[in-house]
Nanobody
Framework: QVQLVESGGGLVQPGGSLRLSCAAS????????MSWYRQAPGKERELVAT????????NYADSVKGRFTISRDNVKNTVYLQMNSLKPEDTAVYYC????????????WGQGTQVTVDS
């Protein structure tokens, strides 16, 4: 069955770094655009970063540009989010998403991983 399993979240001080990973299985990973979303308490889920199937293009929310980097390994079926210079406002549950641009019904989510930025 389809699985997206996030890991790497935790508690970090402001200015620190974390690297999130999302391991995919049960579908052809290289056929999917991969994204990271986040949802803070009381707020709507927002798109953080997206990477195309062959990692040719990436896009970022303005709030994370220059601090976060999305990457993928189509051999390991894993997408990463390197987060540097973390701020308290980055505190949220981070979710991995896989989207098939040909068949929009094929859209999968992970269970989320908590990132807390606090001194």
């Amino acid at each position: 069955q389809v699985q997206l399993v996030e890991s790497g979240g935790g508690l970090v001080q402001p200015g620190g770094s974390l690297r999130l990973s999302c391991a995919a299985s049960g579908f052809t990973f290289s056929n999917y655009v991969m994204s990271w979303y986040r949802q803070a308490p009381g707020k709507e889920r927002e798109l953080v970063a997206t990477i195309t199937r062959a990692a040719v293009n990436t896009n970022y929310a303005d709030s994370v540009k220059g601090r976060f980097t999305i990457s993928r390994d189509n051999v390991k079926n894993t997408v990463y989010l390197q987060m540097n210079s973390l701020k308290p406002e980055d505190t949220a549950v981070y979710y991995c998403n896989a989207a098939n641009r040909v068949d929009i019904r094929l859209n999968y989510w992970g269970q989320g991983t908590q990132v807390t930025v606090d001194s």
